[in-house]
């Protein structure tokens, strides 16, 4: 995602990680490379399941698999590679309790702990399409709840026209924090009809398991007719604003990352069309990009009277 990438240089990223990939599940099988076993990044730990419920809200496309999702990932304070996360994140650790600060237009302000907002909530099994704007797509099966849920118990005022998330900002944990590539922490935000909306959801979980650290542990935003840098990771920090938060990536590029990043195959990246996309694993931009990254029918509604080429 910076701006001296072109999308043949983002083709080869992918066509290089998948290499990566490929060593990696080699490695993993215990089969040596040239005679030195491959040190590859590993896919995160199994073995913590979540008490889930199947969603009436899912794709029918076949999810990608947990070893690709977690060791293909965009998470720059693990670095900016995709495999960095996968060796960076492990280390990481969510502290306990997790709490999120609750700010702003609100009338229930403070700090909340992770475990009382998830203590009364039903999670559920969601598989989303993900959309990448670099040009890559994905289907994710995420553990989630409406994030509709936690902004009621925040009880906002009538004020509250927009909802903006901060990222923790850690240097200590997070090493890519001491690279300027973005200013930290990393904040995005939400107008509040589409925060609301059903589809919005809060994920701390992936393939009915709790959510690997290298794809935003212990809870990340999940916007499926989006591009995926709106998803936020590790969340420290909500505030409901009257004003449109400035995320991080409009303030690095504004002409090329905007505040809606709905998919959208007629608007393209400054350097690159969005009309197609590679379905990972597959390299080729052979699947043809839709708006609103295929949930049309549920979320155009939300804007039917602007224009989506100039609120891009
Ligand atoms: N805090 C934070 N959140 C982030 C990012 C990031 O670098 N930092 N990258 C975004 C981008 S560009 C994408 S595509 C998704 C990737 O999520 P995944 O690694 O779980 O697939 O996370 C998004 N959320
Ligand atoms: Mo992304």
């Not at 995160?44 to 076949?62: D, I, M």
């Not at 998919?263 to 931009?285: I, Y």
């Amino acid at each position: 995602m910076d701006r001296i990438r072109s999308s043949d240089i983002t083709d080869r990223q992918i066509y290089l990680n998948r290499r990566a990939f490929i060593a990696a599940a080699l490695a993993a099988t215990g089969a040596a490379v040239s005679g030195t076993r491959v040190r590859a990044q590993e896919p995160a730990a199994r073995g913590r399941k979540l008490v889930t419920v199947r969603s009436s809200l899912s794709t029918a496309e076949p999810p990608n698999s947990w070893e690709h999702l977690t060791t293909y990932n965009n998470f720059y304070e693990f670095g900016t590679r995709k495999s960095d996360p996968a060796r960076n994140a492990p280390k990481f650790k969510p502290r306990q309790p997790w709490t999120i600060a609750i700010e702003g237009e609100c009338a229930k302000k403070g700090p909340i702990a992770l475990e009382d907002v998830l203590r009364g909530e039903t999670l559920e099994d969601r598989i989303y399409r993900h959309r990448c704007v670099e040009g890559w797509s994905m289907v994710i099966p995420w553990v989630g709840f409406p994030l509709a849920n936690l902004i009621k118990r925040c009880e906002p005022t009538s004020k509250a026209k927009f909802i903006e998330f901060t990222t923790l900002h850690d240097v200590g944990q997070m090493p890519g924090q001491r690279s300027d590539v973005l200013e930290w922490p990393y904040v995005e935000g939400l107008r509040m009809d589409e925060a609301l909306h059903p589809l919005t959801i809060v994920a701390v979980g992936l393939y009915g398991e709790v959510l690997p650290n290298q794809n935003g542990a212990p809870l990340r935003l999940v916007v499926p007719w989006k591009y995926g840098f709106k998803g936020i990771k590790s969340i420290v920090k909500i505030r409901f604003t009257e004003k449109q938060p400035v995320s991080s990536w409009q303030l690095s590029w504004p002409q090329a990352y905007g505040f809606y990043a709905n998919v959208n195959p007629a608007v393209d990246h400054p350097e690159w069309s969005q009309a197609t996309e590679a379905r990972l694993p597959s390299l080729f931009k052979t699947t043809k990009t839709v708006l609103f990254n295929g949930y049309g029918d549920q979320v155009a509604s939300l804007y039917s009277s602007m224009d989506l080429r100039k609120n891009y």
